[in-house]
Nanobody
């Protein structure tokens, strides 16, 4: 079992940057594939980015490709989401999620993830 805690959210102007962190408990963090999702008011939760546990392959939603970067530090049990060139439409609560071992291509499906954090608010003003 793993517990996840996000941090790093906040308010920023359009064009700015934020780095989100997700700290995981447990000694098997390296065996989890990790994802970031977000949910804006009145909208469904949507996939943002994911990173595979073994290969380190990364995946991104088209809306954030080229602006966001997901990475992980297994020694620190932490996954990051570097967000650059932020836009007002990036405003949402951001959640990290963990899936034991491989996502098997289902990186964009929230139901495939086993554990979730509580979320951190990101607000981008124009």
């Amino acid at each position: 079992q793993v517990q996840l805690e996000e941090s790093g959210g906040g308010a920023v102007q359009a064009g700015g940057s934020l780095r989100l962190s997700c700290a995981a408990s447990g000694r098997t963090f390296s065996r989890y594939s990790m994802g970031w999702f977000r949910q804006a008011p009145g909208k469904e939760r949507e996939f943002v980015a994911a990173i595979e546990w073994r290969s380190g392959n990364t995946y991104y939603a088209d809306s954030v490709k080229g602006r966001f970067t997901i990475s992980r530090d297994n020694a620190e049990n932490t996954v990051y989401l570097q967000m650059n060139t932020l836009k007002p439409e990036d405003t949402a609560v951001y959640y990290c999620a963990a899936k034991w071992e491989s996502l098997r291509g289902n990186y964009g499906l929230a139901l495939r993830y086993d554990y979730w954090g509580q979320g951190t608010q990101v607000t981008v003003s124009s």
